[in-house]
């Protein structure tokens, strides 16, 4: 599976964004798909995820109200809408996706990053003061 992050760029803060993230590959549609963001000097954190079907989502607690996860399997495409945006939401925003859905047996379990399988190359957003 390759996937492709596009989407990010510089904004105010108040602004909005919405990333897109296009996967290869027939088995798109049994993934649970992520976001995670990498901001300079810090680790990599989860910020949302979905699972395959689109019926569940999972936020990190201080992106719940203004991003969105969505995903369309007929495009084999995966959404984050960000809106409301702050400077501290500035980062490189990465997409991954999880085959092992079997093993995310709660919600929460979709936040960890070494359950996911494939990763994209990034989108920077950077989000002006």
């Known amino acids: 599976v390759q996937l492709q992050a596009s989407g990010g760029g510089l904004v105010q803060a108040g602004g909005s964004l919405r990333l897109s993230c296009a996967a290869s590959?027939?088995?798109?549609?049994?993934?649970?798909m992520g976001w995670f963001r990498q901001a300079p000097g810090k680790e990599r954190e989860f910020v949302a995820a979905?699972?395959?079907?689109?019926?569940?989502?999972h936020y990190t607690d201080s992106v719940k109200g203004r991003f969105t996860i969505s995903r369309d399997n007929a495009k084999n495409t995966v959404y984050l809408q960000i809106d409301s945006l702050k400077p501290e939401d500035t980062a490189v925003y990465y997409c991954?996706?999880?085959?092992?859905?079997?093993?995310?047996?709660?919600?929460?379990?979709?936040?960890?990053?070494?359950?996911?399988?494939?990763w994209g190359q990034g989108t920077q957003v950077t989000v002006s003061s």
């Open positions: 991954a996706a999880a085959r092992r859905r079997s093993i995310m047996t709660t919600v929460q379990d979709m936040a960890v990053r070494p359950y996911y399988d494939y």
């Open positions: 590959g027939r088995t798109f549609s049994s993934y649970v």
């Open positions: 979905i699972t395959w079907s689109g019926g569940s989502a």
